[in-house]
């Protein structure tokens, strides 16, 4: 069974088309795959931190649909580093520039975008459905419908958060460097993503951002269902709404932001339709770092000791564009 294997930001998959199958894998084997492939000590060639299927999409309209499948084995609406990666691979498949790919909750537009650098292949995925309902995001925080900007004081007596669905759901709050890198992140997610929690009972991703200057903010996540990764592309995204919401002097509508992280950097742009709605724009790498071939029922045991793995050169020039690039952001 041939696998891809992908990251967008540093933010890691491994890609399965079931349309490429006989027969398609049940949704216990779409877990219990996950869970074995994306182990970080005994999973396929170091893990990763999610999985995302590929299948054909409801009709003609669409040029697949991607479920996104968490290291935990969760599910999640929506991957924006992910959809950059699928939209690649469903470019070249269907030697397509630009097309919508079906998710749990919207069709979303992508399309080709210039490269970073030599190698450094990129997308730009639509982001959407956005939603500060409390119901959306699964959120009992407060009797109010919504939470931007405010504390929470079981879990900070300092820090403000925000709540967005986008549509995964996001708790984002605008810190100073030193928390950026300190303990407090960790914390709060790993009690808010922890069983039985009454303010996010189906967990949630949370994130820190620092201001580095005009459109220019850095972004660390720890997500539901992963832990901290290098990326997150929802992330990133909500992380700029939120950003062009609270910092008007400093940034606005359809302006392009420059997100970096911990994986490298990602442009945004945040966008108003007529009915008062956000979305936004995620443009960033979309890298393939090897084609791999593994037997299904070993992965399924967690056996990868007959897996073939067929590294190309885009790893190495990525990581010479976050050297050479990102570095000179910061
Ligand atoms: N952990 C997320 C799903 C993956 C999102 C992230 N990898 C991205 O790039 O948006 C969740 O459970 O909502």
Known sequence: M??????????????????KLEKSLTEAELKLFAQK????????????DGVLYVTAGHDASVAGKMRVI?????????????????????SEQKEKTAFKIETMYADLKVKKEPDFAAQVKVFDAEISPVSFASK???????????????????????????AVAVPNPHLISFVDHAAINGKELGRIASYLNSKGNPLF??????????????NRIFVRTFER????????????SASSLMYVLLFPEQSGLEEKITVLNPGGMVKTKVHNRIDGSYWMSLIGN????????????AALTGDFSRAHWYETDEQEAYENFV?????NEL
């Open 286 to 297: 979309a890298t393939f770092v090897a084609k791999v071939e593994v037997d299904l029922s």
């Open 2 to 19: 041939k696998l891809l294997k992908v990251h967008g930001s540093g933010n890691d998959f491994f890609i399965l088309d079931q349309s």
């Open 323 to 327: 050297r050479s690039v990102v570095k």
């Open 201 to 214: 009972p189906d967990g949630v991703n949370v994130s820190f951002v620092e201001v580095l200057g005009r």
């Open 70 to 90: 968490n290291a935990d084995g969760s599910e999640a609406s929506m991957c924006g580093n992910g959809i950059r990666a699928v939209a690649r691979y469903l």
């Open 225 to 236: 269902g992963v832990g901290f990764t290098n990326a997150c592309g929802t992330a990133m």
């Open 136 to 162: 959306d995001l699964g959120m009992n925080v407060s009797s109010k419908k919504k939470l931007i900007n405010e504390t929470i004081p079981v879990l900070s007596s300092t820090l403000k958060f925000s």
């Open 37 to 48: 492939v994306c182990d970080r000590k005994n999973g396929l060639h170091g893990g990763s």
